[in-house]
């Protein structure tokens, strides 16, 4: 459009297919050469080309998303990772994920048994009030109780810090990936599946936060609320998680009922504060591989003790200070701080210390980061650390598919 035939045709010399050529001096596009790369419509110095692109094909990481005869946007379920992306590059909101409001809402006036919220690190900072307004909030949408995931993300931290030794000290594997943000997880199966057999086995901090509640009330639903769209494929595989909502499905709730948060006594409302400060970082880029960073001198120390492996002992541990903390009644309003963590310090036994442990860490999860993975999986000894720690997300949860930000968008 406009294309003045200029002499220099920097759109025929730098199209990587020869897809463009000059019909009475001006440059013509062979369609069923076109890839879509864009490159003449950057390199036209005039502004003529325009780049045709359709924003939930090009956010895919996997290229899941392809068109039909008709010309719509088809996944390919085989192909896709649950991460979400396309949800969020949709400017009609038009790929939506099926919701588990109503059931949650069935449950919470039925009142038969008590509905517990455990909620993710990540959806805390996002609401227009503090951590107890939003407890406030949950209390009266008929939540009974509320726990934050990163007690759960504790054990996950223990567990996978036991697993690295075992990988990297005990078996000599040339690396060990964690495995708590499930569309990572995916894929790896799907698209590096040669990696597979280095993917951390712990269960996620949402399975262990729901196996900790789930000792202190085994008659209630649990109802995991995080930012992440993945979380829902898994809490289906987890018989210990009843439903999974997102933290924008949750605004939505709270402004059904006409809760006003900022209107809410900055009290806490019967919750707790159960995780450490490397639980609540589970939330951001680096936060997961620090925290087994921070838990391999424990697990050393456990294992040489010889009272590791087992997640009854962790669980039990964890669900002790659950009630001890319950009692008390508390709820950081704020991210804790330093001081506020809970890991106890162990000695460092053998002379393996930390400094052992070199991490990888990819975010976001784009085109090139499965390239890297398929490549990982195919000389896991090239890998550039031993703990390769990637949230699909980019920077990690706190930027999820399932915030708040399109439901702010839907109010402007
Ligand atoms: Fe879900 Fe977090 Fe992974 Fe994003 S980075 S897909 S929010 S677990």
Redesign the pocket.
């Known amino acids: 459009d406009g294309c003045e035939g200029c002499v220099a045709r920097p759109c025929i010399f730098n199209c990587p297919t020869q897809a463009i050529s000059r019909v009475d001096g001006k440059a013509f596009i062979d369609k069923s050469k076109c890839i879509n790369c864009g490159t003449c419509a950057k390199v036209c110095p005039y502004n003529a080309i325009q780049k045709k692109t359709i924003p939930c094909i090009d956010a895919c990481p996997v290229d899941a998303i392809s068109k039909d005869a008709d010309g719509a946007s088809v996944i390919d379920f085989d192909k896709c990772i649950?991460?979400?992306k396309c949800m969020l590059s949709c400017p009609f909101g038009a790929i939506l994920m099926p919701s588990q409001v109503i059931s949650v809402t069935h449950k919470l006036t039925e009142g038969k048994r008590p509905v517990i919220a455990m909620l993710a690190p990540?959806v805390m900072g996002m609401y227009d009030g503090t951590v107890k307004q939003l407890g406030q909030a949950l209390k009266q949408l008929g939540f009974s109780d509320v726990v934050e995931v990163a007690a759960g993300a504790d054990v996950t931290s223990l567990m996978e810090a036991e697993e690295w030794i075992e990988h990297i000290v005990i078996q000599k594997d040339p690396l060990m990936t964690t495995s708590?943000?499930?569309?990572?997880y995916h894929a790896v199966h799907k698209h590096a599946p040669k990696l597979s057999k280095f993917v951390s086995h712990s269960g996620s901090p949402m399975h262990y936060t729901a196996e900790i509640v789930r000792r202190n009330h085994p008659d209630c639903y649990t109802v995991f609320i995080?930012?992440?769209?993945?979380?829902r494929a898994e809490g289906l595989r987890r018989p210990n998680v009843d439903y999974v909502l997102t933290a924008e499905e949750l605004l939505c709730m709270i402004q059904a009922k006409g809760i006003e948060m900022k209107k809410l006594p900055d009290e806490d409302a019967s919750t707790s504060r159960l995780g450490s400060r490397e639980g609540v970082y589970y939330?951001v880029k680096e936060g997961v591989a620090q925290a087994v960073l921070a838990s391999v001198p424990r697990s050393l120390e456990r294992l040489k003790q010889n009272d590791g492996r087992h997640i009854d002992h962790l669980v039990t541990h964890i669900s002790q200070l659950d009630s001890a903390k319950l009692e008390e009644g508390t709820m950081t309003s704020e991210p804790p701080t330093p001081d506020g963590a809970t890991h106890e310090k162990a000695a460092v036994p053998d002379g393996i210390t930390t400094a052992a442990v070199k991490p990888v860490f990819i975010?976001p999860l784009d085109k090139k980061g499965v390239k890297m993975l398929q490549a990982y999986g195919e000389k896991p000894e090239k890998a550039p650390g031993n703990l390769i720690e990637c949230?699909?997300?980019d920077g990690?949860?706190i930027?999820?598919?399932?915030g708040i930000v399109r439901a702010q968008m839907g109010k402007a």
């Open positions: 649950y991460c979400g990540a708590c943000c499930p569309a990572f995080g930012p992440c769209v993945a979380k939330c975010s949230m699909v997300c990690g949860c930027n999820g598919p399932g």
